[in-house]
């Protein structure tokens, strides 16, 4: 990259949105890796989508690939900028322009923080229903690239069923503007789909319009604990019988994921002993907060009528429901704890869970006897995520991803069922997907990145 190039932004840019030398910052080349790149030769802050097209354009006619960044919070090194990429960072663009209560939608900016947007919504009596851990901090932008999931997918889906239109620039710098705020939109095709979870390589999601649904009056939450893993699964069908749509989150937890957390984790306790084989929590919402009380009330009893449940607690506030879902949540800092450590995101059916993670616990445990596997997840979506602790030794973190992975592929499972591919996943896609779909991912790649300067080398190669 020349300094003419680095001119030439200057001059397409208003003052101050180039940033290079000792103005870029740590963040910009940091992510929850742990492992930073070195820093960028410049970094673009735009703030409005035509300053992201002036980039593009540039960045285009002179063939310099482009890093996008969100709030840095993702898990596969998709946002870390390659030597010679510079950084597109869109958090200047983090505006929530318009909530639509008639409507129910809600318009951002990409740069808009998740837990902002929720929070803004809220003041209309409105939710957005995705949530997950990183919420302070992820970004709008990065949750569609990455087609995030979360905690609430059990009822609202994933990110892709919560978008009703974005606008892109794509990357020669022409504006899409399919900004739109209907459901029922039977046009063609559908190009949103392609940028929403394609993680920024066919185009740079600028604004977004957002479903949002009425706040339910109440939330509540119940934590169980189970003699094993067929009485969890016995437990997800019972709540989905009996609480319907009420449903919002079914989450398991193996004894590890729950004793580890309640003894490592600051500030995390736990109402129920540690020494049960599994937890569970889930919650119950909706606009009647009897009836959800009374609902959950029935489901427990019937569970221990049933046998499935040894003991069980219900929040009683807001705060005891913040507490339980503090368990949950706290999986980051466990994982801090577990070092040196791989994590895995996988997605498989749910009656093959326990059989996969036996035998993941046994292969484990004949390559390194001191290993073990830390497991826990969405039940209710079909996805666990996997934290193994392993020793130290040359290869070794290689070596357990290549067993990992490989066992997942022998029960059917997908290497990631919500973190994406990144550049951390790219060997094992093959597993998930065919040599014909990748090669399809491919040209749509070339169709709308001929020069291959958006997020290059992210999910495969050419
Ligand atoms: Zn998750």
């Known amino acids: 990259m020349s300094d003419r190039f680095i001119d030439d932004l200057r001059g397409a840019l208003p003052q101050g949105a180039v940033l290079t030398g000792a103005d870029i910052d740590a963040r910009y080349h940091h992510d929850m890796s742990g492992n930073p790149v070195p820093k960028p030769r410049a970094v673009v802050r735009p703030k409005t989508t035509e300053q992201v097209s002036a980039l593009l354009r540039l960045c285009h006619r002179e063939k310099v690939p482009v890093t996008t960044q969100g709030g840095m919070t993702g898990l596969v090194r998709g946002a870390l900028p390659n030597a010679d990429e510079i950084v597109l960072s869109m958090e200047l663009m983090n505006a929530i322009e318009e909530v639509d209560i008639s409507t129910g939608v809600v318009i951002a900016q990409a ?18 229903p995705l949530d997950l851990g990183a919420r302070g901090s992820c970004t709008i932008g990065g949750n569609i690239s990455t087609n995030a999931g979360g905690n609430r997918v059990i009822r609202y889906g994933m990110t892709r069923e919560l978008v009703l239109g974005l606008e892109v620039v794509k990357a020669d710098g022409t504006v899409l503007h399919g900004l739109r705020k209907y459901i ?6 559908d190009l949103k789909h392609l940028f929403i979870g394609s993680e920024g390589i066919l185009g740079v999601v600028t604004r977004a319009a957002l479903r949002i649904f009425p706040a339910p009056a109440e939330r509540q939450v119940a934590l169980c604990a189970l003699p094993s893993f067929p009485h969890v699964a016995a437990l997800l069908r019972l709540a989905r019988k009996h609480l319907g749509g009420a449903l919002t989150a079914f989450e398991v937890m193996w004894n590890e994921y729950y004793r580890l957390t309640i003894e490592r984790v600051k500030g995390v306790t736990g109402p129920l002993p540690t020494h049960h084989p599994f937890y569970v929590l889930f919650e119950a919402s909706g606009g009647d ?27 009683t506030s807001h705060a005891s ?37 036996l035998a993941l616990d046994k292969a484990l445990k004949q390559v390194d006897g001191a290993s073990f596997a830390v497991v826990f997840g969405h039940a209710g979506d079909g996805n666990l995520h996997v934290t193994v602790r392993y020793t130290d030794g040359p290869d070794r973190h290689h070596q357990v991803e290549e067993l990992v992975y490989g066992i997942t592929g022998q029960f059917g499972g997908s290497v990631s069922a919500e973190h994406g591919i990144g550049i951390l996943k790219r060997p094992y896609l093959k597993m998930s997907r065919t040599e014909d779909e990748i090669e399809t991912m491919r040209a749509l790649k070339r169709a709308l990145d001929p020069h291959r300067i958006l997020n290059p080398g992210r999910i495969f190669t050419m």
């Open 111 to 128: 740069g808009a923080v998740l837990q902002k947007l929720q929070e803004r919504v809220e003041q209309d009596g409105f939710m957005f």
């Open 184 to 189: 029922k939109n039977n046009t063609g095709v």
């Open 289 to 315: 907060a009897e009836r959800i009380q009374a609902d959950i009330e029935r489901l427990l009893e019937l569970a221990m009528g049933e046998g499935l449940i040894l003991d069980a607690t219900i929040s």
């Open 321 to 357: 429901a913040a507490a339980l879902w503090r368990i949950r949540d706290s999986s980051v800092e466990l994982g801090r704890t577990l070092a040196p450590r791989a994590g895995f995101d996988v997605s498989l059916a749910i009656d093959r869970m326990e059989a996969y993670a």
